[in-house]
């Protein structure tokens, strides 16, 4: 071999290489550009703001299908009640974001479970939703052990949430006693009881 063609040989061999080197790099490069892309798309996803997790939105419509609020342990069943596990599990894993747009859901079961766990994180938001609350006759079922009763939502998130008594009557029993940080003025308890009391007669 002349020593033209050895030159052309190395000539072209250090090209091929260049170009290995360069198609190597652009390829390494794309793949960091798409990664980075996917990561902050990923991560924008999970914190958009006015979006409920998938996790959160199941145990919602679990809770919504149950459709009652009762105590730990139902009849004479010895385990955990599965609905009343679904609800402290929604107000555990839930943000506080993902419970405040749930305070606006139309079943007041949901509703409910979302106010008392944005009440145990004593929440800001939780007096303006209390305030909504005062004026609802709407009505939840509620079951203590084998004790069916149809109950005012008021009643439940007076009483079994915020952890006020009506005049005259006991402490009702509880799985989790509420710490009453909310101190209604002694105006405002009259009316919600005199508001509760009202609805309680309606059927």
């Not at 145990?59 to 609905?83: D, F, K, V």
Request: include cysteine; charge should be neutral; charged fraction near 20%.
């Amino acid at each position: 071999m002349n020593l033209c063609a050895i030159k052309n040989a190395s000539y072209l061999s250090a090209m091929i290489r260049m170009n290995l080197q360069n198609y190597i790099g652009s390829m390494l490069a794309l793949m960091l550009i798409v990664t980075l892309t996917f990561c902050r798309s990923k991560k924008e996803m999970e914190q958009q703001p006015g979006s409920i997790s998938p996790q959160i939105e199941k145990l919602a419509a679990e809770i919504e299908a149950n459709n009652y609020i009762g105590t730990r342990y139902m009849a004479r069943i010895q385990s955990e009640s599965p609905a009343w596990t679904r609800r402290q599990q929604l107000m555990s894993d839930a943000t506080s974001d993902e419970l405040i747009l749930l305070s606006t859901d139309p079943n007041f079961v949901v509703m409910l479970t979302a106010f008392e766990g944005l009440y145990r994180r004593q929440h800001a938001e939780v007096k303006n939703i209390f305030n909504r609350l005062t004026h609802s006759n709407e009505k939840i079922s509620y079951i203590k052990g084998d004790i069916y009763s149809s109950m005012p939502v008021l009643e439940y998130a007076f009483i079994y949430v915020m952890g006020y008594t009506m005049p005259g009557e006991e402490q009702p029993y509880m799985d989790i006693l509420p710490e009453k940080y909310i101190e209604l003025a002694p105006m405002e308890v009259r009316e919600v009881s005199k508001n509760i009391e009202a609805y309680r007669r309606l059927r």
